[in-house]
């Protein structure tokens, strides 16, 4: 049966991604080697590595002097690694999740947080809005999208500061002005290539400006300096990373992908404010486009397992909601085609129809 892969990270690729990376496994740009076996400092990668690098920059329309990084450690690593290289005494941050709560954690040990609005109180369903970005702070963090709420900021911050964002579960689904950022990172293993990869984005002019001694792997500036290959890199989801990038490129790049994405979502999101067995969680203007949460109506509520065993019946995977939500989350990356999209609103019809 066709499956319908809707896991919030790590997360679908495109086929065109999954089949070249395979194909490389066995025999790497014609080297006659596994891609699993080669020298990172051999040509054949260190083209892989800069063409990605590339198109990052192409696909985000990045200015001059914004360095494209692919460093290990997650997007968890950047929760301290933006305030080591960054914060001189206060920084300010939103709570809009898990994430975001986890980045302030990591930010207070390097100084003062200011945390401009909190949706915590009410299992963070909205995104804070009634706030002004001071100016007495070194910079502003805030995550577009909060994977596990399913809540997003589709908009750009205007800042006295430079504004710094994890993109984790949203890049490249949305057109952005990447003058608005000082720092931008993402996980790669939700909307762009296997976990082992995280994508940072670095406008070079806002490094060394604090006094503290940096170790010498979480300074940007020994990764810029060497190209990003100042140790191994990892190589394979580079290597994916760099399929999936051509692969937007040649779909017609961010704007395309985003009005697919615009698509898809709205076709969920209409069949859960229609359908009168399932509820939206979040607040309606800060849906995220990327994971969807809904939950069984109160009067349905002990549905709930047999749907999902309904669900799995028609190939539909990953939809069991973040435990700290509860009900389904439906994840609905770039590279999820609009048919399985299709298909789980049909099973919320006939399922309905059932009921
Ligand atoms: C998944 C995720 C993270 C954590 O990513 P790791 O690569 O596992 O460290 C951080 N932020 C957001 C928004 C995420 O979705």
Redesign the pocket.
């Known amino acids: 049966m066709k499956k319908h892969n809707f896991y ?2 790590p997360s679908i690729l495109t086929p065109y991604t999954i089949k070249n990376t395979a194909d490389a496994v066995i025999n790497f740009a014609d080297t006659g080697l596994s891609l699993l076996e080669v020298s990172h400092r051999s040509k054949e990668f260190v083209a892989v590595c800069e063409e990605a690098r590339a198109l990052v920059a192409e696909l985000l329309q990045l200015p001059e002097d914004y360095k494209v990084l692919f460093l290990g ?5 950047q929760f301290c690694m933006v305030p080591f290289n960054l914060m001189k005494k206060k920084a300010a941050y939103t709570d809009t ?1 898990t ?1 975001a709560h ?1 980045a302030i954690k990591e930010a207070k040990i390097f100084g003062e947080v200011e945390v401009l609005g909190s949706s915590k109180d009410e299992n963070y369903i909205y995104i804070p809005k009634d706030f002004t970005i001071p100016s007495d702070v070194d910079y502003f963090h805030f ?1 577009s ?4 709420y399913g809540t997003e900021v589709r908009k750009d911050y205007d800042s006295p500061v430079p504004v710094v964002c ?4 949203d890049i490249f689904s949305r057109v952005f002005d990447p003058t608005k950022y000082g720092i931008i990172y993402a ?1 790669a ?2 909307n762009l290539a296997p ?1 082992g990869v ?1 994508i940072v984005i670095v406008k070079e002019s806002l490094l060394g400006h604090v006094d503290r001694e940096i170790p010498t792997m979480l300074d940007y500036r020994t990764h810029i300096k060497k190209d990003t290959m100042f140790n191994t890199p990892p190589v394979l989801p580079i290597y994916s990373a760099l399929q999936t990038l051509k692969y937007y490129k040649e779909q017609g790049g961010v704007a395309a992908m985003e009005k697919l994405d615009l698509e898809k979502a709205a076709i969920l999101y209409d069949e859960i404010d229609r359908n009168k067995l399932f509820r939206g969680t979040v607040a309606e203007e800060d849906r995220s486009i990327m994971n969807v949460c809904f939950v069984m109506n109160p009067d349905y509520a002990e549905l709930e397992k047999e749907f999902y065993d309904f669900a799995v019946s028609k190939g539909i995977v990953g939809i069991k909601g973040h435990r700290s939500v509860g009900g389904f989350r439906a994840s609905l990356y770039n590279a999820l085609p609009k048919e399985s999209v299709e298909v789980l609103v049909n099973a919320m019809k006939e399922f309905e129809a059932k009921h």
């Open positions: 919030a990270g450690g997650g997007a968890s690593m999740g994430w986890n995550t999208n909060n994977t596990i994890d993109m984790s579960s996980g293993q939700k976990s995280t």
